[in-house]
């Protein structure tokens, strides 16, 4: 699988999720990022992650010119991830929306990914493959044009409407993720704790969705099995250690052992 991740200041939002990705049985996975940042993320990644390193703007982000090189070889991955990291140059922006619609395969869309669909959610009308959309409540409060508040207060609904009307799976995370497909089958996840809400969790999430997705699981089983184990490394790394205090890594180290037997 192909995570695209990564800028000059939030690097390791892809390290975390090839981590995941990994540890959710991925087998193989590739992290691509802006070309000046591909020794960097050498380091902070595991040597067993390969890394490939892609067109850059002025400001060290991904170029619209990288859009052209994954098309080349997006057909070499089960599935995609995109958004940790990504950073929100204007270019950069335009890169995630055009892989976004034309990327015949599999494809998680998270943080800054999700940031580019702002006040352009049609283009998800013309996708060429499934889509997984994991977005917090704020980001999905950009998508939808609304408050946060409204959307805590109808998160069920909010979710549905959206995965309805867009066609894709659409996973709202929070205390008790929401997960909707596009037809509106629903499940609300009961894992996890308060010591999840700490930086680099929801990258984690997306390596996990995106591993499931490469080894042929529905988009909506993926996040539905990605939110579950999520949660339960998270109940067993605050059981190990408390809630105070944890952070992403904490939930990798657990991922093995949330996942047992299954």
């Not at 959710?24 to 591909?38: C, D, E, F, H, K």
């Not at 057909?75 to 950073?87: E, T, V």
């Not at 579950?228 to 205090?245: F, M, Q």
Request: charged share 20%.
């Amino acid at each position: 699988m192909l995570i695209i991740a990564g800028s000059p200041s939030m690097l390791g939002a892809c390290a975390l999720s090839a981590s995941a990705a990994m540890r959710s049985g991925a087998g193989l996975v590739t992290v691509a990022v802006p070309r000046g940042l591909n020794l960097t993320i050498q380091k902070k990644i595991p040597n067993y992650i390969m890394t490939m390193p892609l067109a850059q703007n002025r400001a060290g982000s991904f170029s619209l010119k990288a859009y052209d090189q994954i098309m080349k070889i997006w057909d070499r991955f089960d599935a995609l991830a995109i958004g940790p990291g990504l950073g929100r140059e204007l270019s950069t922006q335009r890169m995630a929306r055009e892989l976004i619609v034309q990327c015949p395969k599999p494809l998680v869309i998270d943080a800054d990914a999700l940031f580019a669909l702002a006040g352009h959610t049609q283009l998800l009308l013309k996708t060429k493959g499934t889509r997984v959309l994991t977005p917090h409540a704020g980001e999905m409060a950009r998508l939808v044009d609304r408050s946060v508040r409204a959307i805590e207060a109808s998160r069920a609904k909010t979710a549905r409407d959206f995965a309805c009307r867009y066609n894709g799976v659409l996973l709202l995370k929070g205390h008790q993720t929401v997960v909707v497909s596009p037809q509106g089958k629903m499940y609300i996840n009961r894992t996890g704790n308060a010591g999840m809400a700490t930086a680099g969790s929801g990258d984690v999430l997306t390596g996990m969705i995106a591993a499931f997705l490469g080894q042929g699981l529905s988009p909506f089983n993926a996040a539905k099995y990605g939110a579950y184990y999520h949660g339960r490394a998270g109940d067993l790394a605050a059981k190990a250690g408390g809630k105070s205090g944890m952070v992403a890594q904490d939930i990798i180290d657990h991922l093995k052992e949330s996942y047992g037997n299954k």
